[in-house]
């Protein structure tokens, strides 16, 4: 038996959902973060359970091929890139695994069924230097400096980080300017704590079309002090074309406040995304849409894979131009305008009131006529008779999947195929069985690597309508694949 503390040495074989290595001793297995397939590794027992351990890696007794340095000095610390320290042709094949797998432990799902129905994994084209936003805390550290960064995995302790690999090359350049510029006028960050201060986070946001910049500071106050100052100091960024404040002077986890002011310049910036076609995405169709972003608006943070994605989704659909399409989880309407080129008509629902708004105005701005949006939560929206019925369903859900009523009303509508877009495995895995026990057949799926570095990854599937399959067990359990989750929550 094992003890707290006691010292192994282990080989890793696997990675957890999370990201964290897996290695067995007899048999009983250990979680260990930072290790990947392949390392030896020499680890202290620091959290035994009766199924598993925790292990805190002590020594890299022989490295894994697949290890590379993290090039990011925040690496370990930093809540966002657990995966730095892998290659990426190594990353790649541990999210398109972790899909197949998933989807045969927890859906029920023949592997080698699975293998024969992934279309290959959609790698991304740009590991690093992807993302389109940010999200910067601002705070100081232990000599009263000012700092800004991103908090540490599961805390809000400031990882200070000038420059994140994942962002754009100009963000450090601001995040500088904005650091003197509070430093010149006594302008102090937010101090969780005591709830004092005034700078709580700056939100960047980039246009990958044409590089526009949007700063947005979060203030614990009304109106921003030296606002002036700032905006001189920012013509030494030419790309920042929009200055806003979000005031959030509650004393809370969430970000951005309810209500956000224009400062200076644009209300928000544009980017555009094309509809890619061909399976390996090397044409352009004619069709390419223009979204207008606002502080609080969602947009998928990855452009370059959102085409990627999206092409996929546009692809499964199967559209001739004769078809009503329902996109369940529409957010600012992206998918919808995309499949609105080859529809009869698309009808987007989204829960949240301004995304609709967004969406309207998308629709509008692109001289897209053939969409409605309508906001109200999905499972709810799908049961009015008045709308028409839909020959696809797209459904893009948040992490905890789709609504059990919202699957079943789509089962009753008989649409025939459904597009997936998921960014949970688990989730998907259980929902894929709801809907096969329902009479639909899996027929496709790709997973695509939206957040390089990260553990999550998003995937498409395609469904079509046949006869119901009454094998299959829907009484699909998360509690077993959570648990692990919550007891790491529990031990932190
Ligand atoms: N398809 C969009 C958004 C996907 S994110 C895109 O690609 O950009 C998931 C969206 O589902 C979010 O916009 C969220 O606000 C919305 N959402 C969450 N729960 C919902 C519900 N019950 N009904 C409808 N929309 C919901």
């Given at each position: 038996?094992?003890?707290?503390?006691?010292?192994?040495?282990?080989?890793?074989?696997?990675?957890?959902?999370?990201?964290?290595?897996?290695?067995?001793?007899?048999?009983?297995?250990?979680?260990?973060?930072?290790?990947?397939?392949g390392?030896?590794?020499?680890?202290?027992?620091?959290?035994?359970?009766?199924?598993?351990?925790?292990?805190?890696?002590?020594?890299?007794?022989?490295?894994?091929?697949?290890?590379?340095?993290?090039?990011?000095?925040?690496?370990?610390?930093?809540g966002?890139?657990?995966?730095?320290?892998?290659?990426y042709?190594?990353?790649?094949?541990?999210?398109?695994?972790?899909?197949?797998?998933?989807?045969?432990?927890?859906?029920?799902?023949?592997?080698?069924?699975?293998?024969?129905?992934?279309?290959?994994?959609?790698?991304?084209?740009?590991?690093?230097?992807?993302?389109?936003?940010a999200?910067?805390?601002?705070?100081?550290?232990?000599?009263?400096?000012?700092?800004f960064?991103?908090f540490?995995?599961?805390?809000?302790?400031?990882?200070?980080?000038?420059?994140?690999?994942?962002?754009?090359v100009?963000?450090?350049?601001?995040?500088?300017?904005?650091?003197?510029?509070?430093?010149?006028?006594?302008?102090?960050?937010?101090?969780e704590?005591?709830?004092?201060?005034?700078?709580?986070?700056?939100?960047?946001r980039?246009?990958?079309?044409?590089?526009?910049?949007?700063?947005?500071?979060?203030?614990?106050?009304?109106?921003?002090?030296?606002a002036?100052?700032?905006?001189?100091?920012l013509?030494?960024?030419?790309?920042?074309?929009?200055?806003m404040?979000?005031?959030?002077?509650?004393?809370?986890?969430?970000i951005?406040?309810?209500?956000?002011?224009?400062?200076?310049g644009?209300?928000?910036?544009?980017d555009?995304?094309?509809?890619?076609?061909?399976?390996?995405?090397?044409?352009?169709?004619?069709?390419k849409?223009?979204?207008?972003?606002s502080?609080?608006?969602?947009?998928?943070?990855?452009?370059?894979?959102?085409?990627?994605?999206?092409?996929?989704?546009?692809?499964?659909?199967?559209?001739s131009?004769?078809?009503?399409?329902?996109?369940?989880?529409?957010?600012?309407?992206?998918i919808?305008?995309?499949?609105?080129a080859?529809?009869?008509?698309?009808?987007?629902?989204?829960?949240?009131?301004?995304?609709?708004a967004?969406?309207?105005?998308?629709?509008?701005?692109?001289?897209?006529?053939?969409?409605?949006?309508?906001?109200?939560?999905?499972?709810?929206?799908?049961?009015?008779?008045?709308?028409p019925r839909?020959?696809?369903?797209?459904?893009d859900?948040?992490?905890?999947?789709?609504?059990?009523?919202?699957l079943?009303?789509?089962?009753?509508l008989?649409?025939?195929r459904?597009?997936?877009?998921?960014?949970?495995?688990?989730?998907?895995?259980?929902?894929?069985?709801?809907?096969r026990s329902?009479?639909?057949?899996?027929?496709?799926?790709?997973?695509?690597?939206?957040?390089?570095?990260?553990?999550?990854?998003?995937t498409?599937?395609?469904?079509?309508?046949r006869?119901?399959?009454?094998?299959?067990?829907?009484?699909?359990?998360?509690?077993?694949?959570?648990?692990?989750?919550?007891?790491?929550?529990?031990?932190?």
């Open positions: 038996m094992y003890n707290k503390n006691d010292i192994i040495d282990i080989e890793i074989t696997g990675l957890t959902s999370e990201g964290e290595g897996i290695g067995r001793s007899d048999g009983f297995p250990f979680f260990v973060k930072g290790a990947i397939p390392d030896v590794i020499r680890a202290g027992i620091t959290k035994l359970k009766k199924t598993y351990a925790y292990a805190r890696l002590i020594e890299l007794l022989k490295p894994s091929g697949d290890r590379c340095e993290p090039l990011c000095p925040a690496f370990g610390r930093c966002g890139c657990r995966l730095m320290h892998m290659k042709e190594a990353q790649a094949k541990y999210k398109e695994e972790k899909i197949i797998d998933t989807l045969s432990r927890i859906g029920g799902m023949d592997r080698e069924k699975l293998e024969e129905l992934n279309e290959g994994f959609i790698s991304a084209v740009s590991p690093l230097r992807y993302r389109n936003k999200q910067y805390p601002f705070g100081k550290d232990k000599n009263g400096d000012i700092v960064g991103f540490e995995s599961r805390s809000h302790r400031i990882v200070p980080c000038g420059d994140c690999l994942l962002g754009g100009e963000d450090g350049k601001l995040l500088l300017l904005l650091k003197d510029w509070m430093e010149e006028n006594g302008i102090e960050p937010y101090d704590q005591s709830g004092k201060g005034f700078i709580r986070h700056a939100l960047i980039r246009s990958r079309e044409n590089g526009d910049m949007m700063l947005c500071l979060v203030i614990n106050g009304k109106k921003l002090p030296a002036d100052a700032l905006i001189e100091r013509a030494g960024i030419p790309s920042v074309k929009s200055v404040i979000s005031i959030n002077t509650k004393n809370t986890n969430v951005m406040g309810e209500e956000c002011r224009l400062i200076w644009e209300p928000g910036i544009r555009s995304l094309r509809l890619l076609d061909g399976k390996d995405f090397s044409e352009i169709s004619g069709v849409r223009e979204f207008f972003i502080p609080l608006s969602f947009y998928q943070v990855n452009p370059e894979q959102t085409e990627r994605l999206y092409a996929t989704a546009v692809s499964y659909a199967g559209l131009g004769n078809e009503t399409v329902w996109d369940l989880y529409c957010g600012i309407g992206t919808s305008l995309m499949m609105a080859n529809a009869k008509e698309v009808i987007g629902v989204e829960i949240v009131p301004q995304a609709i967004d969406a309207k105005e998308n629709a509008r701005f692109n001289g897209v006529k053939n969409v409605r949006f309508i906001v109200g939560a999905a499972e709810e929206v799908v049961t009015d008779e008045s709308l839909p020959q696809v369903v797209v459904v859900p948040p992490r905890k999947g789709c609504d059990r009523i919202c079943d009303t789509i089962l009753k008989s649409p025939d459904i597009v997936y877009v998921s960014c949970d495995p688990a989730t998907l895995a259980r929902d894929l069985s709801i809907l329902g009479g639909y057949e899996l027929k496709r799926f790709r997973g695509c690597d939206m957040f390089a570095q990260s553990h999550h990854v998003e498409v599937c395609l469904l079509s309508n006869k119901p399959d009454t094998k299959v067990r829907i009484d699909v359990d998360l509690e077993d694949y959570y648990r692990i989750k919550d007891s790491k929550k529990n031990q932190n």
